[in-house]
Each structure stands twice: as structure tokens, then as C-alpha cells.
């Protein structure tokens, strides 16, 4: 079994930073792409920024050039450095995996976390 367990949302003031990580466990034989999702009330959910094994990024229109992505396969992690954060950025923010399981590794199957709040207010 493979889990995903997000950590590090919570209240913040605009301008403010938050840093979200992402750690998964399990038989894991290999993860590659990577990304975060945010929900926000009343819309639906939106791809905010993914990262490939390779470490190719991509993100949101609305994020760019605030949020960064990353990753440490040693830990199996990916972090989500969010910066001069803005009232539209409160949302449940969800970790996303492609993984590969140890004894399967011709397989790869999609896992989610379970979610993360992140608020911006004053």
C-alpha cells in the first residue's frame, strides 16, 4: 500500500508564506511526475504546479513567479514554497503522485492526499 500525507497549510495573512510538503510511504519502487491541486469553495479543482522525475516544473498562470516546486526522491517528498500569498489562494491543497510499487514496477498507479487548508486573510 501506498499512502500520500500532506503537511504545513494553515492561516496565513496576505503577503504571508507557507511551505506544504508531501511525503509518501509504502512500497515504493519509483514515483515520477508529481504535483499539487488546489480546491477552492464553489470551484472546481485546479492543477497549481507539477514537477517531473527530471525535475521539469510546471505551474498555474496564477501562481507563477510565487509558488515554487520541488522534490527529494531520497525522502520521498515534494514541497510546495508558496510566497506573497493572496486572498485567492485559500483552498484545500492536494498532493498528487504517479508511483511505481516495489514488486510491480511495470505498473504505475495515481495517489492522492488526503488535503491540506491553506487560508490567506487578514
Known amino acids: 500500500q501506498v499512502q500520500l500525507v500532506e503537511s504545513g497549510g494553515g492561516l496565513v495573512q496576505p503577503g504571508g508564506s507557507l511551505r506544504l510538503s508531501c511525503a509518501a510511504s509504502g512500497s515504493i519502487f519509483r514515483i515520477y511526475d508529481m504535483g499539487w491541486y488546489r480546491r477552492a469553495p464553489g470551484k472546481e479543482r485546479e492543477l497549481v504546479a507539477s514537477?517531473?522525475?527530471?525535475?521539469?516544473?510546471d505551474y498555474a498562470d496564477s501562481v507563477k513567479g510565487r509558488f515554487t516546486i520541488s522534490r527529494d526522491d531520497a525522502k520521498y517528498t515534494v514541497y510546495l514554497q508558496m510566497n506573497n500569498l493572496k486572498p485567492e489562494d485559500t483552498a484545500a491543497y492536494y498532493c498528487?503522485?504517479?508511483?511505481?510499487?516495489?514488486?510491480?514496477?511495470?505498473?504505475?498507479?495515481?495517489?492522492w492526499g488526503q488535503g491540506t487548508q491553506v487560508t490567506v486573510s487578514s
Open positions: 514537477i517531473t522525475r527530471a525535475s521539469n516544473t
Open positions: 498528487n503522485a504517479n508511483i511505481a510499487r516495489t514488486g510491480r514496477a511495470w505498473l504505475t498507479n495515481n495517489y
